[in-house]
């Protein structure tokens, strides 16, 4: 069964420094997402990418994050300068178009740590 | 704007009882409306969906759930839980197929031998 898949699994960073996490979703989706959990809180939407474009972003998606599409199939979030408040499990998304693709798939989420 | 109400933080019964999770909705559109289960430092995983037809729809697991247009709601129900079961269940509304998820708190159901 096809299913979106995320790397690092887990990534322990220093506050200030750059970290990029990758994502590779389910290879006819159209639709990419980035949500994240602070851990014990709910999934907050952080932003949502279709056609090579950001479509809704929410307010916790600031200047400090960004996200592309750098091939086919890689989905990637960054966060250019890391705040001890990012720390979070962060869940990639994405879905298609009619039938079993209106589903959402979730990755299996990275556990960012920052210090 | 989509929410989401999930009124109970914890859910408990016993093996071999019925169990029912509640959520209740607020979308502008035609609600797209899921179940994810989450067990400890896991991701979500899909349990089932209604987008439209049949009002009870069947998911994994033997999980169930019934769409109610009126009340604008959506509760996940089995009908004989697992200790397996236990996990945080999260309600989740669309409005469009591209558009982001809306989740509820999620609710931890515990199930008790």
């Known amino acids: 069964e096809p299913e979106v898949t995320q790397t690092p699994s887990h990534q322990v960073t220093q506050m200030g420094q750059e970290v990029i996490l990758r994502c590779v979703p389910i290879s006819n989706h159209l639709y990419f997402y980035w949500y994240r959990q602070i851990l014990g809180q709910k999934v907050e939407f952080l932003v949502s990418?279709?056609?090579?474009?950001?479509?809704?972003k929410s307010e916790i998606f600031d200047d400090q994050f960004s996200v592309e599409r750098p091939d086919g199939s890689n989905f990637t979030l960054k966060i250019r300068s890391t705040k001890l408040e990012d720390s979070a499990m962060y869940f990639c998304?994405?879905?298609?178009?009619?039938?079993?693709?209106?589903?959402?798939?979730f990755g299996p989420g990275t556990r960012l740590l920052v210090l | 704007a989509q929410s989401v109400a999930q009124p109970e933080d914890q859910v408990n019964v016993a093996e071999g009882n019925p169990l029912t999770v509640k959520c209740t909705y607020s979308?502008?559109?035609?609600?797209?409306l899921f179940w994810y289960v989450q067990y400890p430092n896991r991701g979500l995983q899909f349990l089932l969906k209604y987008i439209t037809g049949d009002n009870l729809v069947k998911g994994s697991y033997g999980f169930e759930a019934e769409f109610n247009k009126s009340q604008t709601s959506f509760h996940l129900k089995k009908p004989s839980a697992l200790v397996s079961d236990s996990a945080l269940y999260f309600c989740a509304v669309r409005d469009n197929n591209a558009g982001k998820s809306t989740f509820g708190d999620g609710t931890t159901l515990t199930v008790k031998p």
């Open positions: 979308v502008s559109g035609n609600p797209y």
């Open positions: 998304a994405s879905n298609g178009n009619g039938g079993e693709e209106e589903t959402q798939y």
């Open positions: 990418f279709y056609n090579n474009e950001i479509s809704e």
